[in-house]
């Protein structure tokens, strides 16, 4: 399965954050807790410059707690700045309020701090900033895309730029385009989302089996993706007027109860596992 999404108002994004960027003091990029490393487009932030960057993951509580503690300890030993955090469930975002805190006392400027938040589509860039100010002011939704302009915001510590969503414009590896699309960063127009909804069944055959079978109540074991698919479409009674499985209907389930967790919490990604 091959995404490619870049279109005309990324490219004229990117153009704005790297301008916007060279007036803020810090960048805050935000990647999804599914995906780790996947969710954020670190040759785009690396091209910007020598930036004081911290990354945060949010959504953790979509993801899989396990695999949160093995990237924990990954960006642990590489010293890195690296949080999560869930906007719903408000875990995590009190450290982050507190690095903010404590790294505006280092700055020796009387003006406003700035911090200008990144990433990619739908990871919560805007939420977040609303949570940070703890009021709605920066406009959030569920469709990749929703921010088009940029504008500042303040917080307590900081003012705050939402930016609209960043894609790489070439995806390194075709899975990184898969995972990136079952966890809803990118457009769902562009996807086919039967082959999607394959993709998923097969990511959690693979990795969270018993998630699956419970959601779906079918056992599982020895079936290829395409006849979870077909069980799960037995099961919910997802049959045409002929006789023949509801295919679509049954995607747009399985596809949209993977994102918000209703089959369970999963990790996509783990350090030095080439695929999960
Ligand atoms: N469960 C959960 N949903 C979130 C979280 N943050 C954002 N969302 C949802 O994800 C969608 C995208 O959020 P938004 O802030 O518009 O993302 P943006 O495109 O990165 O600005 C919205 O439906 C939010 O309600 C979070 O921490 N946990
Ligand atoms: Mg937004």
């Known amino acids: 399965m091959q995404i490619q999404w870049y279109p005309g108002h990324m490219a004229k994004a990117e153009r704005k954050i790297r301008e916007e960027t060279s007036k803020a003091d810090v960048m805050i990029i935000v990647g999804d807790a599914r995906a780790p490393e996947k969710s954020v487009n670190a040759d785009f932030y690396k091209s910007i410059g020598s930036k004081r960057r911290i990354t945060v993951y949010n959504k953790m509580s979509l993801a899989d707690p396990a695999g949160i503690e093995k990237w924990r300890a990954y ?21 982050v309020t507190a690095y903010l805190k404590a790294l505006k006392k280092t700055f020796k400027f009387e003006r406003e701090a700035r911090a200008i938040v990144a990433g990619i589509p739908n990871v919560g860039k805007s939420l977040l900033i609303n949570t940070l100010c703890r009021k709605g002011s920066a406009k959030t939704g569920d469709i990749p895309g929703v921010t088009r302009g940029t504008n500042w915001i303040r917080s307590d510590e900081f003012y705050l730029l939402d930016t609209p969503g960043v894609l790489p414009p070439k995806f390194v590896e075709p899975e990184d385009g898969v995972i990136l699309a079952s966890i809803g960063c990118v457009k769902d127009t562009i996807l086919d989302r039967e082959d999607l909804a394959l993709e998923i069944i097969d990511f959690m055959s693979r990795n969270y089996p018993s998630l699956l079978s419970e959601r779906y109540r079918i056992d599982i074991g020895g079936m290829s993706p395409l006849q979870i698919y077909e069980a799960i479409a037995s099961k919910r009674g997802f049959i045409l007027k002929g006789g023949e499985y509801d295919y679509e209907r049954c995607a747009s389930t399985v596809i949209d109860e993977f994102r918000a967790g209703t089959i369970g919490k999963v990790m996509m990604c783990m350090p030095g596992v080439e695929r999960c």
Do not use: K, N, P
Request: proline fraction near 0%.
């Open 75 to 95: 960006y642990r030993d590489r010293g890195d700045d690296v949080f999560f955090t869930d906007c719903v469930s408000r875990e995590g975002i009190s450290q």
